[in-house]
């Protein structure tokens, strides 16, 4: 019976901050609820991006719905539910009480699944799209890393906005979403009568 003590307390503080979300005012229960889809959608747009630029530098003019459906798809589903699983979660469920913790979480997600990780899918769908169509002259065997890493410089380059916008919208986002959960905890139980 004592090993479901523990279950039963976690529940119980789940319920809580559920119930206590739900008294907030609505914009700012979206925010909570909702908040890893920003992330996602950021991340859709830095795939666009990434895709454009490396569309543009191996001379790829066909296929511009089969390499864009991946690049925003893809990114976004990774995204999002890489910063649900990593930060809203752990928030929602007590498990994560450190603003500093959840602000570097927010951050790290952003820039890996949000820049860097649509950045480097870009690599592949692109190379796969300019063999296929013999747009841009691929590198021999040997040859292959160096090739990608001198393609890719102005890539990462002309991203470094994006990734830096999108690595602070999402710590930024983080620590907004502690404060509201912090301002719902304070909020009085709901049928209570504060005197």
Known sequence: MENHKPDAIKENLIDIIARKIKQLPETDRRLLEYGSAYIG????????????????????????????????????????????????????????????????????????????YPVCLAIPVNGALAARYQSAPLPEKGNILTYWIRVSKPVFRKMLFPLLLQT???????????KLLIKALQLPEPGLETH
């Open 168 to 178: 602070v919208v999402a710590a930024y986002l983080g620590s907004t979403q502690y």
């Open 41 to 116: 959608l950021n991340a859709a747009f830095c795939g666009l991006i990434a895709n454009s630029l490396f569309r543009r530098i191996l001379h790829v003019t066909k296929a511009r719905v089969a390499a864009g459906l991946p690049m925003t798809v893809i990114p976004f589903l990774s995204a999002n539910a890489s910063y649900t699983s990593f930060v809203s979660l752990p928030l929602n469920t007590g498990d994560l009480n450190c603003e500093t913790c959840i602000l570097t979480r927010a951050g790290l997600i952003g820039l890996v699944f949000g820049g860097l």
